[in-house]
């Protein structure tokens, strides 16, 4: 069965991109000074790599690309071609991603795919050429995952981290001067193949969109910054990714195609605060093709027409590359686009610097409640797999969050915090577990628990949602409930069903804080407001509350705290990170719970010294494009 891709008007026209250009002139004396100091600001902040890495990474890819030919050559003698055919096979490497744009900073790795001929198995590159890789010279850190979605293997080459993922096309040699354009190439491939192939056939069909190459690199690598400073890059969490942060310039260079960086920067926080969401972001009409998929359309799949803020790769088949925003993180991005607008306006007139618009957020003084995810476990290698299953989930939290009443929004963190804490008994395992690390704990190394008996190691990441109250209507008295004990019984329900879930070695808390009782280690040296001394959270209970998952909700165990507490309710879930731990009588984890129903208000406007570098959103007016210039003309799509 083929899928329908949405028609479109056929076009007759020289520009690039699905409507014409909102303006053709050439920047202004202003923007190009600007954009001069726009790069020496780039450079300043380091997000260039040396010339000596640069011809590090063409010596890696060298060797790597030599590596998959003798890989491709050993498998083919191994099934039984001669000498001559398994020398023909070929094999070759394509990059994508950041490396491939362009924009890719000192240390940043090199997404890289390979591609092998029909005989080559993915069993082979995850066996064969996995041990090829871990025997050759300065090569370290090979770790295969071939059961991720786009199953990759991760390693670094002469301290150069490089990403490999592959794909195997119907061909029985791959010869040197491949083009990965042709959509025929997809026939007779599995999913997982056809996903491999899309992260290079979507970047390069990028680049042959934008009208300068140059101009949209620089500009690129300042909104990627941006992004990246503002806590707003991050796929999984419901910002955009990579990918995504590039469509979006290239739409912006092909709206203004004899523009230079400067004025593309400028346009593009205008434009995107008042694109017409949910119109999607094209980069070229959807085009229908050789294979049975799904491609993008919002006529057909429900799914699709829910999608806040579509952005749609220009490779067949067309997928939606954010599908993962929600409500909150849209409104979150949004406001960042009207702030960095503001300031990029004052550069322009000489009233600000380019540093400026690259202030570090200010997520950790924004919101006078927080959600703490814990997730543990004993060991490396499984926190690893935990920890990034649990941060798949966080969106889910977010939002069922978003309909809680009184809760105006929830802000996801775009990273989890790592620790390892070295416990003396079971008391102190659990209280990490819990969140709880107290400073004996936090300073104790290793070596302080080797030989001692009954002690081990906790590995924790936690991971941070930001909870914005609604503010208190005119007249109304009294507390006010905000109840979430929904939303986060069922997320730590959503993530127990992980097929590999063991709860005697992996641990889940959700639990909410203050502000004032965030940890140091969330904050930079020195950025941190003075605080008063902190009582110890209370962690309440009531009769078997204590060892009662979750799972299987107890209504006695809501409590109802006094109007002058502050507090959220929450619930949390927390088996233990350890496999000696001991299980309750009813067979689950015999750690405490929250579950309570209480009074909240919001932070006076007063509260704390901090002041954050750039204006509340409030403060500014809305932004407008130039006199002559008009949005509409970008929205213009024909699509619904």
Excluded at 81 to 110: M, N, Q, W
Excluded at 188 to 194: G, I, P, S
Excluded at 551 to 571: C, E, F, G, W
Aim: hydrophobic letters at 40%.
């Amino acid at each position: 069965m083929r899928y329908p891709a949405p028609t479109f008007p056929r076009r007759t026209h020289k520009y690039l991109g699905v409507t014409p250009p909102i303006a053709v002139t050439e920047s202004t004396p202003r923007e190009k000074e600007v954009t001069v100091t726009l790069l020496e600001e780039l450079r300043r902040q380091g997000t260039f790599e040396s010339e000596e890495e640069a011809k590090t990474r063409e010596v890696v890819l060298g060797r790597l690309a030599a590596l998959v030919k003798k890989f491709v050559h050993k498998v083919s003698l191994a099934r039984g071609l001669s000498e001559a055919a398994a020398t023909a096979a070929g094999g070759k490497i394509f990059t994508f991603g950041s490396y491939r744009l362009g924009v890719h900073g000192p240390g940043s790795d090199i997404d890289t795919l390979c591609v092998v001929p029909k005989h080559v198995s993915r069993e082979d590159f995850f066996d064969v050429f996995e041990d090829m890789l871990k025997e050759t010279d300065g090569v370290t850190e090979v770790s295969g995952v071939p059961d991720a979605y786009v199953p990759i293997i991760k390693t670094k080459i002469s301290g150069i981290p490089i990403d490999l993922v592959m794909a195997r096309l119907a061909l029985s040699a791959i010869p040197d001067d491949l083009s990965l354009q042709d959509d025929n190439l997809l026939r007779n491939l599995d999913e997982r193949c056809v996903r491999s192939l899309n992260g290079s056939r979507v970047t390069d069909e990028i680049l042959r969109l934008v009208p300068n190459v140059s101009v949209f690199r620089d500009a690129l690598r300042c909104i990627k910054l941006w992004a990246q400073r503002r806590a707003i890059y991050s796929n999984v969490n419901g910002f955009l990714g990579g990918v995504a942060w590039a469509m979006l310039v290239a739409r912006i260079c092909q709206l203004y195609p004899n523009a230079i960086a400067g004025a593309i920067v400028s346009r593009f926080f205008i434009i995107m605060y008042q694109w017409t969401w949910p119109q999607p972001v094209l980069l070229k009409p959807i085009e229908d093709g050789p294979l049975p998929v799904r491609v993008w359309n919002p006529k057909i799949y429900p799914a699709d027409r829910a999608h806040r803020m579509p952005i749609i790769t220009p490779a067949y088949p067309s997928m939606c590359a954010t599908h993962n925003v929600t409500q909150s993180t849209q409104m979150i991005m949004t406001e960042e686009f009207k702030k960095a607008s503001e300031i990029v306006d004052r550069v322009i007139v000489g009233k600000a610097s380019w540093s400026e618009l690259f202030a570090k957020h200010d997520f950790f003084h924004k919101y006078r409640y927080y959600l703490q995810v814990i997730a543990s476990t004993g060991s490396p290698e499984l926190q690893i797999k935990w920890s990034g299953t649990v941060e798949s989930r966080i969106r889910q939290l977010v939002m069922k969050l978003e309909y809680v009443e009184s809760l105006a929004l929830a802000h996801p963190f775009i990273k989890g915090f790592e620790q390892v804490s070295y416990c003396l008994n079971e008391e102190e395992v659990r209280a990490v577990a819990q969140g709880e690390i107290s400073e004996a704990i936090a300073k104790r190394k290793k070596e302080d628990i080797e030989g001692v008996d009954g002690a081990s190691a906790v590995y924790s990441t936690t991971f941070y949602i930001g909870l914005a109250v609604e503010p208190r209507q005119p007249g109304s008295v009294g507390p006010r409930r905000l109840d979430i004990s929904y939303p986060t019984t069922e997320f730590t329900k959503l993530v127990k069903m992980w097929e590999k879930f063991d709860e005697n070695k992996m641990g889940i808390v959700v639990r909410h804080i203050r502000s004032s009782a965030l940890p140091d280690y969330v904050f930079d040296e020195g950025e941190r407001q003075p605080r008063l001394a902190q009582k110890r959270p209370k962690t309440t209970t009531t009769g078997r509350s204590s060892h009662t998952s979750p799972d299987v909700p107890n209504k006695k165990a809501r409590l109802q705290l006094t109007a002058d507490r502050h507090s959220i309710s929450a619930t949390t879930a927390a088996p233990l990170p350890h496999e000696a731990l001991k299980t309750a009588e009813n067979g689950v984890r015999g750690l405490p719970h929250i579950n309570t129903a209480t009074s909240v208000e919001r932070p006076p406007t007063t509260a704390g010294v901090y002041k954050p570098p750039v204006k509340d959103a409030s403060q500014i007016k809305s932004p407008e494009l130039p006199k002559g210039e008009n949005v509409a003309v970008a929205t213009a799509t024909g699509m619904p």
